[in-house]
């Protein structure tokens, strides 16, 4: 027995690789088996459909659920919905984040790079929904954004932007401006650390050189600082729009009662028992990501990761 053992590790000493991947094996055998797995055969449903007479799911393959997530105008309605939410989003994040990220990565010293560090990860440490929850009595009627506009005697105002169409509503919690403010203020985290980390690798002399041939500061923003500065952007801009995408909670709590894409799985795949039309609609996120993260590799994003 000890003989054996010692052929063991001897073979497995010499072949590292092997006792790499048997390291390696358990970790991936949950990944695959519990999580693509069931992934998977999830999305495998949306080649389903449901009976319309018994509301059960009918297992022969069919694209009839797909076909009625493209041609259902209520469908339609939820994913445009969604997908412009999630790119509103991400451009209201990199206008916020890009000039903190900035400032982090050109104007502080080390320990004051720490203290903007903790202040941007805080946040993260405390639990998702008390912050939702928290933006919805922000946000009420009753809340401290309107004392703050009524206190002004700018009431006014506040009620002008609360009566624009669409995005407006009876209360900021009850628009899509508060849910776009909850949104960002969510996943704004995710933007400011991979433009800071993007921005970072620009070396100082380059725009200090850009000065010296004759450039403005907003010719060198512009020629210099944003083009470097895109990779952290495009690599912040796939978390804040993939999150959005996906999240589920946060229309729940802010916002009218439309669905998002979020809203329409969780209702789907429980209440309403259509796994089928669940699954197409996961199929929509996960098909826009693709294509996204495409495009933004072609930027360089994960070179900012």
């Known amino acids: 027995m000890n003989s054996f053992l010692d052929n063991c590790s001897s073979y497995l000493f010499r072949n590292k690789h092997i006792l790499f991947l048997i390291f390696l094996l358990p970790p991936l055998l949950w990944l695959g088996i519990i999580y693509l797995g069931s992934l998977l055969v999830f999305l495998f449903h949306s080649l389903f459909y449901l009976d319309g007479f018994t509301g059960k799911i009918v297992y022969e393959i069919s694209l009839s659920t797909i076909t009625e997530l493209f041609t259902s105008a209520a469908n339609i309605d939820i994913l445009i919905r969604t997908v412009v939410l999630a790119a509103c989003v991400s ?15 050109k104007f502080t010293s080390p320990k004051m790079k720490i203290f903007f560090y903790l202040a941007i990860m805080l946040p993260l440490w405390s639990s998702y929904l008390v912050r939702v929850y928290s933006w919805k009595l922000i946000l009420a009627k ?106 589920y909670i946060i229309p729940y709590i802010i916002g009218t009662s439309k669905f998002f894409i979020g809203q329409a799985v969780y209702t789907h795949q429980g209440t309403a028992g259509n796994i089928p039309l669940a699954a197409a609609f996961s199929l929509v996120p996960i098909a826009v990501m693709t294509a996204y993260i495409y495009f933004a590799k072609k930027l360089g994003a994960f070179n900012a990761l």
Do not use: C
């Not at 209201?92 to 900035?102: D, H, K, N, Q, T």
């Not at 985290?189 to 380059?206: D, G, H, W």
């Open 91 to 105: 451009i209201g994040a990199a206008l916020i984040g890009f000039p903190i990220a900035y400032y982090m990565a």
């Open 142 to 247: 009753e809340g401290i954004i309107n004392w703050f506009f009524t206190k002004l005697h700018l009431n006014w105002l506040l009620d002008l932007v609360l009566s624009i169409p669409v995005i407006g509503g009876p209360s900021l919690s009850i628009s899509y401006i508060g849910m776009f403010l909850v949104f960002t203020y969510i996943w704004l985290p995710f933007m400011i650390l991979p433009i800071q980390a993007s921005l970072e690798r620009v070396p100082n002399s380059l725009i200090n050189a850009s000065y010296d041939l004759g450039a403005s500061k907003r010719q060198t923003f512009y020629k210099v600082i944003l083009p470097l500065a895109l990779p952290g952007i495009a690599a912040g801009s796939i978390f804040t729009f993939s999150l959005t995408l996906g999240d």
